[in-house]
């Protein structure tokens, strides 16, 4: 799987980074500054990859691209969409997380009360009006125009029905049961101006995974551009964790 913004040559833990639908790996780009020679980054473009785009298909796709390319479990930062992906990887093959990193996301869409009306949208106003709607909303404080320029330029290459697929199966899939069964050190980041989930959501999902460790930051539904430092100090944090974990606890020294 190709991926975006990927510090290759660096020596260290690997750190798996899915997107949200209609973003950019580049958005990643501020957290992969902050962590250059600690970690090896890999960021993935998974909608500009062949379809189906489920996220079950994805999270499939992943394993693989994890397995070739790596040969080892991974840290996997999942925001948004990437989130739900990221959690349909660790149900589907624990094996290959060693930690999540949870960004503005869920195990399902209850309380998500615009999907529908964007599903909507998709299907109907597919273009660079729409692109600007969606990635607009997903900052609280707008990013540099270049950086506009450039998701605007990432969105318009991604086929309509990669957004289409991707939406309908995170509002068709509850991963609600599966949190339990997960043993891998998790960490949810949430941001309190996110204006599309709530911080009572961020909660009930740390609240359902064991051991998760929930924090509140000032930012909107993209704290991995619009507050990079926080989110690489948890992330550190999170590795921390990770070199202390026992047997199933997410070791990242445990072969595959």
Do not use: K, N
Request: aromatic residues 4%; proline residues 9%; hydrophobic residues 45%.
């Amino acid at each position: 799987m190709p991926t975006g913004d990927d510090e290759r040559g660096v020596r260290g833990p690997v750190v798996l980074a899915v997107p949200g639908t209609l973003c950019a790996p580049a958005v990643f780009r501020p957290l992969a500054g902050r962590l250059a020679g600690q970690v090896e980054f890999d960021a993935v473009s998974w909608m500009t990859e062949p379809g189906p785009w489920d996220l079950g298909t994805v999270a499939d796709r992943l394993a693989a691209h994890i397995t070739r390319r790596h040969g080892a479990p991974v840290v996997v930062v999942g925001h948004s969409t990437g989130g739900a992906i990221a959690l349909r990887l660790v149900a589907a093959h624990a094996g290959l997380v060693a930690g999540l990193l949870l960004v503005d996301t869920g195990a399902h869409m209850r309380g998500h009360g615009d999907v529908d009306a964007i599903l909507t949208a998709l299907a109907t106003d597919w273009g660079p009006r729409l692109h600007a709607g969606v990635l607009d909303r997903s900052f609280a404080t707008p990013p540099d125009p270049a950086f506009r320029d450039e998701l605007l330029d990432y969105a318009a290459a991604v086929p309509v029905q990669a957004a289409l697929d991707a939406l309908r199966s995170q509002r068709d899939l509850d991963l609600t049961p599966e949190l339990a069964r997960i043993d891998c050190p998790v960490t949810v980041l949430h941001g309190r101006r996110d204006p599309t989930r709530t911080p009572d959501q961020a909660r009930e999902l740390a609240d359902a995974i064991p051991g998760a460790r929930l924090h509140l930051l000032d930012a909107g539904h993209t704290p991995v551009y619009e507050a990079p430092d926080e989110v690489a100090t948890e992330l550190l944090a999170l590795l921390t964790r990770l070199r202390g974990a026992g047997p199933g606890g997410g070791s990242l020294e445990s072969p595959m």
